[in-house]
């Protein structure tokens, strides 16, 4: 089956690709990043690849682990953000998340979560270590409600981060979110805190593929194309990235001009 998309728009280097459902824009996507692993596993023995959690994810992962024949054994698999303090089994957890729709589905060569249990610091600094040790070649990313990247809010967002992971604060526009896509039985329930990859760990990756469908995302995608590249929306900053493309479907392309 040939996906095509209905609309194509590009604003700066960033690359919008509008599809007729979530499920086609997940399996172009999916289709994509399968590309890409295909291609580096041509000239690697080992691919690092980051992995989004969430809603906008599901179709991406669904697609991507459908498809046969893809080098998994040789791919070594991040994650971009954990809660502190919760469990992996807790249904909110993102390690839960990745070994039910990822790692219990395709022979991947090794998949390191991020330990939302562990010393905060230490945490940070071994994920970090093995982030940089395995270069990765790809990323797979969403946008949030209020336009962060992994968990960097606009409230903790900095492009110029020094740092690969670090513990942040989630703001309450984000925790609405985990609480409104039904993660956790209410807003009291989300967790405060959490630890993350930072912006420049993310872009890092020198391909980038931004899954992001449904209607709850329309007013945050017109604003990730048409505000200055500042911090108060984090996903702006993805316009400046050398390979970055943006899946979307009809509802979350709803307010694009």
């Known amino acids: 089956m040939t996906i095509e998309p209905v609309r194509e728009i590009v604003v700066g280097k960033l690359r919008l690709q509008v599809y007729s459902s979530r499920e086609a824009a997940g399996a172009a996507a999916a289709r994509d990043a399968a590309a890409a692993m295909r291609q580096h596993a041509a000239v690697r023995d080992r691919i690092g690849v980051i992995f989004a959690t969430g809603a906008s994810q599901m179709a991406t992962l669904d697609a991507l682990t459908a498809i046969s024949g893809l080098p998994w054994e040789k791919v070594l698999g991040f994650h971009m953000d954990e809660y502190i303090g919760i469990s992996p089994d807790h249904p909110a957890s ?18 390191l979560g991020v330990n939302g249990n562990n010393d905060p610091t230490e945490e940070c600094r071994a994920y970090s270590e093995a982030l940089r040790q ?3 070649q790809l990323c797979l990313l969403g946008i949030g409600e ?19 992971m670090k513990v942040v ?3 309450d526009a984000c925790r609405a979110q985990q609480a409104a896509e039904g993660w956790f039985p209410s807003l009291n329930d989300v967790p405060g805190k959490a630890l993350t990859l930072t912006i420049p760990a993310l872009l890092r990756a020198p391909k980038l593929i931004v899954s992001v469908p449904g209607p709850r995302k329309a007013a945050i995608v017109r604003r ?12 702006t900053i993805l316009r400046t990235h050398p390979d970055a493309t943006v899946y979307l479907d009809l509802e979350s392309a709803a307010e694009l001009p």
């Open 146 to 164: 209020n336009g962060h990247l992994a968990f960097n809010d606009p409230g903790e967002a900095d492009f110029q981060d020094p740092a690969d």
């Open 224 to 235: 990730t194309i048409e505000e200055p590249i500042s911090t108060a929306c984090p996903a």
């Open 94 to 111: 993102f390690r839960r998340y990745l070994r039910e729709r990822l790692t219990s589905r395709v022979p991947i060569c090794q998949f």
């Open 134 to 136: 395995a270069d990765p």
């Open 169 to 171: 604060s989630l703001d």
